[in-house]
């Protein structure tokens, strides 16, 4: 049974700084991992996918790698702003059936 | 950008009354889905749907949860008896092909009284 967990759960850091975000998952046999972030209260917003096939994905400041046979992912964000402050989900798809999120991790981002 | 869909964004019930949360998925999307989310907990998967029929369902979606999709472009939830533990924000997703990524909508906040 796929489990994902994503660490830390929360993190704060001031404006401006380079940050990296992880997930882990237990079953390497996944066809994609996609990024979501979610605002308090709000939707899911899809940041980045990466396939299987794939090492990494660039979207803005954002950078997202894979590696399948390790099982871990990491969401790098460059030059923090305040409005990067919110939750990031990992969630994997390994059953073509449905995706597994993590519990996500929490960001702040200070003045 | 297209757009998942749903509504209402809000819906308060009392216990035991029946509800049906609305989604309306992108247009040239085959593949649909419905997810919770407790406050304060993981998003969890509740049902995945293509061809007219349920690919796959978790534990939580028992007898009292169905889907449908009535017509070309809704795609529906009901919630046949609502109980407490229900309370939770629903998202509908849905997906163009097999491994493409999920777009999901932004949620209906259901409370049950």
């Known amino acids: 049974k796929q489990e994902v967990t994503q660490i830390p759960a929360a993190l704060s850091v001031p404006e401006g700084e380079n940050l990296v975000l992880n997930c882990s998952f237990t079953d390497s046999a996944i066809y994609n991992l996609q990024w979501f972030r979610q605002d308090p209260g709000k939707g899911l917003t899809s940041l980045l996918l990466i396939q299987s096939s794939q090492r990494e994905q660039t979207s803005g400041r954002l950078n997202a790698s894979l590696d399948k046979s390790s099982g871990r992912s990491t969401l790098y964000i460059a030059a923090s702003q305040p409005g990067d402050s919110a939750t990031y989900l990992c969630?994997?798809?390994?059953?073509?059936?449905?995706?597994?999120f993590g519990s996500g991790t929490r960001l702040s981002i200070r003045p | 950008e297209p757009e998942v869909t749903q509504t209402p964004s809000h819906q308060v019930t009392q216990m035991g009354q029946e509800v049906i949360l609305r989604c309306v998925p992108i247009?040239?999307?085959?593949?649909f889905y419905w997810y919770r989310q407790i406050l304060g907990q993981k998003v969890e998967f509740l049902v995945s749907f293509y061809n007219n029929e349920i690919s796959e369902k978790s534990e939580i979606f028992d007898d009292q949860f169905s889907v449908e999709r009535p017509d070309g472009s809704n795609f529906t939830l009901k919630i046949r008896s609502t109980k407490l533990e229900d309370s939770a924000m629903y998202f509908c997703a849905s997906s163009a092909r097999d491994y493409y990524g999920y777009t999901f909508g932004s949620g209906t906040r259901l409370t049950v009284v």
């Open positions: 247009s040239n999307h085959l593949y």
């Open positions: 969630a994997v798809d390994s059953s073509a059936s449905k995706i597994i």
